[in-house]
């Protein structure tokens, strides 16, 4: 086995992990397609192998029941018939209809239908509530205008009919490019896309009508990541695992990071002691909680493993990092709104320590932007969730298309990483591809999870992380945790969730690196 052999596969798999994790434009899903006939494969076989994978993940979900095909006038009705032509070989029941006159098809969308054997039958005459799965191959992610006259009812009727619905590449009326319809759009329970995944399959509300998203192969060949640039990736380990922090038997506790917390006083402690105890989770080898003076007992009773100093607040952060030695800070949780916590995280950015910052550390700026954007360094991360962006980068949501672009003005503007909470956080970072989180579950809705984060991001800041690739990991380790735990899930059980988590990610990574060396061999 040479070393040269072990680099070419393991190239391989980081091709087919850029695919796996790539968002494209839908105009750029066309520039892969028209590489690919470029380089010699046959268009149709490109479309017989889409709509043979709408086939073949709709038989691995269900057993043959009575389904119609609803085909549109262009190649994602192609799609459909074929998708028809292969269920109806495997024995399903399989009626369908068209928009439009199926002869006035052109090129391979021609041709698919002309292999489909059977009647077809008008849209407008089909009774989506007379089947239990309907599939949607009316229009791909290239549509751009609403849906309209029989398209449009057919979307409503289907809407009540209480059928499954499968759609083809994106539920028809949603565009690929943006977050929502400008109309009547259908919603799905499944989605097969082909190559890499669309914005709209990513962002919500957009990505709620999908339903379930499944991002297929059909045999785009290598070449296309010089002719299409990703407008964003899909939060993955591939991106990011490299840098994740190792141990090794000589590995010393004060080698492995140190963080300081700081966190608000008596009456509201327990956000900070979430994110420290989350820092330690993440790996990091010392973590100290830095306590108003009248929070020092209460926080000192609940706290193990978490040291416990005395912060007067104010100009003395910098001072208390410093002689912690910090590598990183995370300051917000629980700290109150108003000047002091202003000034404070003024303190703090005026040291070595790269920060996080959270929750009121943000808010504390709302009136005073220009000052937070003049003291931030491109080390820190921002972690808002929607209200708290719109205090800090007022108006910005609404002036921008969608919430990727929105995150990515604000990371230009603040200098530095900007986490964008939600079911589909962005993470952004000037000079940096941008990251959409969908690995994550509905649970993490609950007080405290936010806080569990923002500490996950500081200790693996602490630990040697990049703020940009500490963020996309621990929105990642975060979501996993929450998608393990279920239901019941509290801030402070996800914090136990983090332990399998981070786990399962060790296990994945190293069968990932174990099937680099089988395939060298």
């Not at 979307?155 to 490019?177: K, N």
């Not at 200098?415 to 909470?421: D, S, Y």
Request: proline content about 5%; charged content about 20%.
């Amino acid at each position: 086995m040479s070393v040269g052999m072990l680099d070419r596969e393991a190239g391989v798999l980081q091709k087919r992990a850029l695919r796996q994790c790539s968002i494209l434009s839908a105009g750029d899903t066309a520039v892969c397609d028209q590489h690919a006939v470029d380089a010699g494969v046959n268009s149709f076989d490109l479309m017989r192998r889409a709509g043979k994978s709408v086939a073949t993940e709709i038989c691995r979900r269900w057993a043959p029941w009575r389904v119609l095909v609803a085909c549109g006038p262009g190649n994602n009705g192609g799609d459909g018939y074929i998708c028809a032509t292969e269920l109806r070989e495997l024995g399903w029941d399989v009626t369908v209809a068209a928009l439009g006159d199926p002869q006035q098809l052109k090129g391979d969308g021609l041709r698919a239908y002309r292999s489909w054997s059977a009647e077809v039958q008008a849209l407008d005459s089909a009774d989506p509530a007379d089947y239990e799965l309907v599939i949607d191959a009316l229009f791909g992610a290239g549509l751009d205008r609403p849906l309209q006259g029989v398209a449009a009812g057919f979307a409503e009727m289907l809407a009540s009919s209480g059928a499954i619905v499968v759609a083809v590449d994106l539920p028809s009326g949603q565009p690929g490019d943006r977050a929502q319809p400008d109309g009547v759009s259908l919603r799905a329970d499944l989605t097969v896309t082909f190559h890499t995944a669309k914005l709209a399959h990513c962002l919500e509300p957009a990505a709620a009508a999908c339903g379930e998203l499944t991002v297929v192969d059909i045999g785009i060949p290598d070449g296309w990541q010089n002719q299409a640039k990703p407008v964003a990736l899909i939060n993955a380990p591939e991106l990011w695992a490299g840098q994740l922090p190792g141990l090794s038997v000589s590995t010393h506790k004060h080698e492995r990071g140190r963080l300081v917390v700081f966190t608000g006083g008596a009456s509201a402690t327990g956000a900070g002691r979430l994110a420290a105890e989350s820092g330690l989770r993440s790996g990091a080898g010392l973590v100290t909680l830095a306590s108003p003076v009248d929070a020092i007992e209460v926080n000192a009773a609940q706290s193990t493993a978490v040291m416990v100093r005395p912060w007067a607040g104010g100009h003395e952060s910098e001072a208390l990092l410093s002689a912690c030695r910090a590598d990183a800070a995370v300051i917000g949780p629980g700290c109150g709104v108003g000047a002091a916590t202003k000034q404070a995280v003024e303190s703090v950015l005026t040291g070595r320590a790269a920060a996080v910052l959270d929750a009121d550390a943000l808010t504390s700026y709302e009136r005073d932007l220009p000052d937070l954007f003049d003291s931030l360094r491109p080390g820190d991360v921002l972690t808002p969730h929607r209200g708290e962006f719109e205090r800090v980068f007022p108006g910005l949501m609404e002036q921008s298309a969608h919430k990727l672009e929105a995150a990515r003005r604000a990371a230009e503007k603040a200098g530095c990483t900007v986490l964008l909470k939600g079911p589909d956080t962005v993470i952004a970072s000037p000079g940096r591809t941008a990251v959409i989180n969908r690995h994550a579950a509905p649970q993490l809705a609950t007080a405290g999870s936010g806080d569990v984060l923002a500490g996950l991001i500081g200790g693996l800041m602490a630990q040697g992380m990049d703020g940009f690739d500490a963020a996309c990991a621990a929105a990642w380790l975060h979501g996993d945790a929450g998608r393990r735990h279920g239901d019941g899930l509290i801030a402070e059980s996800l914090l136990d969730a983090l332990v399998p988590a981070r786990n399962a990610l060790k296990a994945r990574l190293q069968r990932q690196t174990a099937q680099q060396r089988l395939m060298g061999r």
